[in-house]
């Protein structure tokens, strides 16, 4: 899964450092609060879908994902120990502070891995499963492992992890894969690149120190900036061809110009300043378009899941 919102609050501070485990660690160790939108998208993709779970088998197959989610975040921090021990926001983590060794969060996240497929695929459908299989594998292995250290594309291939959650709850509710579960899938798959430009944009130092390939360290600031633009021109169509499918409406309609409209307005400001200019109110703009873009995927599936009540009593869609 995708490591939206990581930069929400600091990982470093008073209490971080070297000594026994407590179980706060070990619940850090699986991500919250990137498992919490997870949780949330694939939820939505399993609630807007038009074939409804018994409220168990539905409370199941989302503990069995976000299960998935702390899988797939325990393998990325066993792996990028070294990476997070010298970047100032995840130097903190359990595992490059002492606190969790390395051979725990690899078991952590390999019996987690197995526990939520298996799982999923009994209380759902092996479809759910294997999707499921694929997204922690697509995570912990292509993203974390070869794109995130090899290519400065790493979130653009990279994003698809995060991307598939909504499928996942979709799939899991209907067995297949329908245009509006893809649809939601290239909602985030596409808001992931701006999301995390506009990130490197004011941390580019921890990502340089981390020899981290970012589009900011391999290209500078000013190609970042025309990505962030064009990338969020591209992504403007995704969520009004959404709303004009079955699990859209009216509302989402409305939502989806409102926010893409302000989206687009904070890309073209991004686009237009100077390295001069940021560094004077230090990355101001930037942070803000960061902070926007948590609530514009947040708003956006809420938007649908507001659309399936409205059209459960008659009031909703097209």
């Known amino acids: 899964m ?3 919102g990581a930069y929400q609050q600091s990982e470093t501070g008073p209490g971080f450092g070297p000594g026994e485990a407590g179980f706060g660690d070990y619940v850090q160790l699986l991500k919250p609060r990137v498992m919490s939108l997870v949780v949330f998208t694939a939820l939505v993709g399993l609630l807007v879908a038009p074939v409804h779970l018994h409220p168990v088998e539905a409370f199941a197959a989302i503990l069995f994902i976000a299960l998935g989610a702390g899988a797939s975040g325990a393998l990325n921090m066993w792996w990028d120990a070294d990476i997070d021990a010298v970047m100032r926001r995840t130097q903190g983590r359990p595992v490059p502070s002492g606190r969790v060794q390395p051979g725990e969060a690899l078991a952590i996240g ?3 891995s197995g526990i939520s497929v298996v ?3 009994l209380a759902t459908n092996i479809m759910a499963g294997a999707l499921l299989a694929f997204t922690i594998f697509f995570y912990a292995v292509v993203y974390t492992m070869w794109l995130k250290r090899w290519t400065p ?3 653009v291939i ?3 992890a995060g991307a598939f959650p909504p499928m996942i709850g979709w799939v899991a509710a209907t067995g297949h894969i329908g245009i509006e579960a893809v649809l939601m899938f290239a909602l985030i798959f ?7 430009w506009a990130l490197a944009l004011f941390i580019k130092s921890d990502y340089d120190k981390a020899q981290v390939p970012m589009l900011t360290s391999t290209h500078g600031r000013k190609v970042t900036r025309n990505h962030i633009l ?3 021109v591209l992504l403007a169509p995704v969520p009004l061809w959404a709303a004009m499918t079955s699990i859209g409406g009216p509302l989402t309609l409305a939502v989806a110009v409102v926010l893409n409209g302000w989206f687009l307005i904070g890309a073209f400001r991004i686009w237009r300043r100077d390295e001069i200019m940021a560094e004077a109110d230090g990355y101001r703009v ?3 378009f960061f902070a926007f873009s948590l609530a514009y995927l947040f708003l956006h599936f809420l938007a649908f899941l507001a659309e399936a009540g409205l059209r459960h009593w008659g009031m909703g869609g097209w």
């Open 119 to 121: 799982m999923l695929a």
């Open 190 to 196: 596409m808001w992931t690149p701006p999301h995390f």
């Open 286 to 288: 930037e942070k803000r």
């Open 158 to 160: 990279g994003g698809a």
């Open 153 to 155: 594309q790493n979130i």
């Open 230 to 232: 064009a990338y969020t």
């Open 110 to 112: 390999l019996s987690l």
């Open 2 to 4: 995708s490591e939206i």
